[in-house]
């Protein structure tokens, strides 16, 4: 039976900067990987582009029942060992508002980097190999015994090692091979498992006048309502599509619809108009456009404020017509329209679902983990990294940055422990 200093179970992100750290040590480093390449994930990210970090680091980016246990490891590598851990795979940084890419604009370059590193160092990686589960044995001072399944022959077998690394992701992009069989496993050796969520996804609506809609691009912030109470907040460039909304804004905000549609809660996403400007001032500037022109029809003073489409929809979605002249709303019907203009709300009743979101909420529970080391506090050299642990980032690179944070930390420490 093959025997290794570490077994990385997954071959993203997370697993091969483990490995990497590891092998460079001097660790003798096993990679099982079930798909037929390496960080096929990682070629998917940053639409292509792979956007691995970026320069504003802080606790505000990461999510999750502890987000310091993501700062605190982050003190030990962070955006500064990020960029020479890529700047000795010959990378070179490409940045462009915060966010880093690689000088390619290639996310395959970042994948054959790490590639190519991996074999130098002598790391066998056996791709189009399952793991099938692994336990804790005591076999001379090896802790893990990993089952695996060649899946073209479906041939099975055993492997020893010294320290294990679950780095098998989450459950989102499960076409990338992400299925979540990593918390089954974790939970027999005790581990806690944090319902897993998707993360960074579309929301679906019922809304009829999304019909009408769709395709059109709007600059606006998004309230996430749970059980009509604020939740979550951002602005940008929000996109109509004929079943929900998406966009950076409404990725931003997911990750509190999920867990809210998960529970039965009521939710739904309030879209306001003009977002650069405070509540106040967007209803003086919008009260002085409309009301300033008594003898104009509602069409001629909103036409350079609303994008066409949603100005013709003005009669469904306020109730007032679009040939309504100004001067003649009454007080009250004043204050409606101008509340009903600032705000569009749409009934939320579902996600895109794994098949969409770019990251999983939840997962391992980090109060059974070390965040210097990412070790298990209850099962001595079983580590996780990565997406499979109850850390996960806002948009901007900080996912990938979360990858090569506690992969590193973990394999520099698995490293640092074997008994060769």
């Known amino acids: 039976m093959q025997a290794y200093d570490l077994i990385v179970i997954g071959a993203g992100a997370s697993g091969m900067a483990a490995a990497i750290a590891a092998a460079s040590r001097g660790a003798s480093v096993l990679i099982l990987e079930k798909n037929k390449q390496v960080g096929r994930k990682i070629r998917m990210t940053g639409n292509g582009r792979c956007n691995f970090s970026n320069l504003r680091q802080g606790r505000f980016a990461y999510r999750g029942a502890d987000p310091d246990f993501a700062v605190r490891a982050m003190e030990k590598f962070g955006l500064k060992e990020t960029l020479d851990f890529f700047f000795d795979l010959g990378i070179l940084p490409y940045e462009r508002e915060g966010c880093l890419y690689p000088s390619t604009q290639e996310a395959a370059s970042v994948q054959k980097a790490l590639l190519c590193r991996l074999l130098k160092l002598g790391v066998s990686i056996h791709t189009g190999e399952s793991c099938r589960g692994f336990a804790a044995v005591r076999q001379k001072d090896f802790r893990y015994r990993v089952a695996f399944v060649d899946l073209k022959s479906q041939s099975k077998g055993d492997y020893l090692c010294r320290s294990l690394l679950l780095a098998s992701g989450g459950k989102a992009a499960p076409a990338s091979g992400s299925t979540g069989d990593g918390y089954y496993w ?40 749970i059980d009509g109470r604020e939740a979550a907040y951002d602005q940008g460039e929000i996109q109509c599509n004929r079943d929900g909304i998406s966009g950076i804004p409404v990725l931003q905000v997911s990750r509190d619809a999920s867990y809210a549609l998960n529970e039965g809660s009521l939710v739904s996403a309030r879209l306001l108009i003009l977002p650069w400007l405070a509540m106040e001032q967007r209803k003086e500037k919008l009260s002085e456009i409309l009301f300033g022109r008594q003898k104009e029809s509602l069409e001629s003073c909103l036409q350079g404020i609303l994008p066409g489409r949603l100005l013709g929809l003005l009669k469904e979605w306020t109730g007032y017509s679009l040939d309504r002249r100004v001067g003649g709303l009454d007080a009250r019907e004043r204050e409606d329209l101008l509340n009903r203009l600032l705000s569009l709300e749409i009934p939320i009743v579902g996600t895109g679902g ?67």
């Open 354 to 420: 794994y098949q969409q979101a770019q990251t999983t909420a939840g997962g391992l529970a980090t109060d059974q983990f070390s965040s210097d080391s990412m070790e298990s506090l209850l099962s001595p050299g079983f580590y996780a990294a990565g997406e499979v642990l109850d850390i996960d980032g806002i948009c901007g690179g900080y996912n990938l940055q979360w990858a090569w944070t506690s992969g590193c930390l973990a394999g520099a420490d698995i490293a640092g422990e074997r008994h060769l």
């Open 186 to 225: 974790a939970e027999k050796l005790g581990h806690r498992i944090i319902p897993p969520a998707p993360a960074l996804v579309s929301l679906k609506s019922e809304w009829p006048l999304l019909e009408d809609l769709a395709g059109l691009r709007l600059q606006a912030g998004i309230q996430l309502l």
